[in-house]
């Protein structure tokens, strides 16, 4: 089983309120990833986790905040967001983070609307 | 970070070879070479990776220029389900940050 779920697909919440994006992967993969792609952008990484622990914030405004409660699950809670904001939440992983050598797995993404 | 120039878009007919072309000239000696794909509505999915010699598997094949400062990925039979976005990026050694380029929309004709 090569699947990263992410849920929920679509998600449309408002400046003040406080909501979570999920992810997980049962392959046992030791590193997980959040990125944000706007549209006809690549994406941009946002975190990385390795084995639990967070390895890499790529200078994330605090209304994002990631967390890894165990090895098959990442979370993004957003609060505050600004209407800029808005775009495609991707969730990846992979064996490792090491060495630049393993692939990544994406999951399908959260479609993200700030109103 | 990573940094690779890939032409914007280039097109193809179905059943034919496409050989998308990719330049990494910041590649550092240990960084791995990756491609992925973004098909519309979908997240990236991960094609082949290498490091020094060509690869392949049962998706495409990887080219590595025995300098490295390039690459080529050849898909040997272009079906339309290969319309996407294709993205050749490098990471290792002190970055093991994939970052993506704009990559090479590929279109494919019947």
């Known amino acids: 089983d090569t699947e990263v779920t992410q849920t929920p697909k679509h998600l449309v919440m408002g400046m003040t309120n406080k909501k979570s994006l999920k992810c997980e992967q049962h392959m046992g993969h030791r590193a997980m990833y959040w990125y944000k792609q706007k549209a006809k952008k690549p994406p941009e990484l946002m975190f990385v986790?390795?084995?639990?622990?967070?390895?890499i914030n790529e200078s994330v405004p605090s209304r994002f905040s990631p967390e890894c409660p165990n090895s098959s699950l990442l979370n993004l809670h957003l609060h505050a967001l600004q209407p800029e904001d808005s775009a495609l939440y991707l969730c990846?992983?992979?064996?490792?983070?090491?060495?630049?050598?393993?692939?990544?797995?994406f999951g399908p993404g959260t479609r993200l609307t700030v109103t | 970070d990573a940094k690779t120039t890939q032409p914007n878009s280039m097109e193809s007919n179905e059943e034919e070879p496409v050989h998308l072309p990719c330049n990494h000239s910041t590649i550092s000696g240990t960084d791995y070479i990756h491609w992925y794909r973004q098909l519309p509505s979908q997240g990236p999915e991960y094609v082949i990776h290498?490091?020094?010699s060509n690869v392949n598997n049962r998706m495409a094949s990887l080219a590595i220029a025995e300098d490295r400062k390039s690459s080529t990925l050849i898909l040997h039979r272009a079906t339309l389900r290969d319309a996407a976005v294709y993205y050749c990026?490098?990471?290792?050694?002190?970055?093991?940050?994939?970052?993506f380029g704009k990559g090479t929309l590929l279109t494919v004709n019947p």
């Open positions: 990026t490098h990471s290792g050694g002190s970055n093991y940050k994939l970052t």
């Open positions: 986790y390795s084995y639990e622990k967070l390895s």
């Open positions: 290498g490091l020094t």
């Open positions: 990846a992983s992979s064996q490792a983070w090491v060495a630049g050598s393993y692939e990544q797995y």
